[in-house]
């Protein structure tokens, strides 16, 4: 998965299709997005097939974003381990910018979390380092 673009969008008729139809006039497709709104303000958290051309027609466009790295976690499906997983995040200083559950089996609920120092949260959640297609690492 790409690198998560988390993107403030006023919240009104038709901002969303002018930010995809950007996306689209530069070749860039949406791989994965979701969004919320509360009063004036919308968030997309946005996926794309290429990161660099998606951060250039954001800032073309004049959209604030933040971007980040994405961790695939699995927690145990319970009321309070989204809680705690987070938690840990805080105390370590690492702020979470988006979060999307992926799927739920056996027990277990497996969420896509997009945070500001991959390296960090990786260590505070025993995580083991990424690493890319050759085995160096990253």
Known sequence: MGQPFVVQLPNRPGELAHLAKGLCA????????????AGDLAC????????????????????SFVAGSTLIVEIEDTSCALGDLTAQ?????????????????????????????????????????VYNLVGSRR
């Open 89 to 129: 995040l805080e105390h370590a200083g690492v702020n979470l910018k988006g979060c999307c559950l992926i799927g739920r089996r056996d027990g277990c609920a497996e969420w896509s979390l997009s945070v500001d120092d991959e390296p960090k949260a990786r260590a505070i959640l025993g995580l083991p380092a």
């Open 44 to 63: 997309a958290l946005i996926y794309t097939d290429d990161d660099a051309a998606t951060a250039e027609v954001l800032h073309s466009m004049g959209y």
């Open 26 to 37: 530069r070749g860039v497709n949406i791989v994965q997005i979701q969004g919320s709104s």
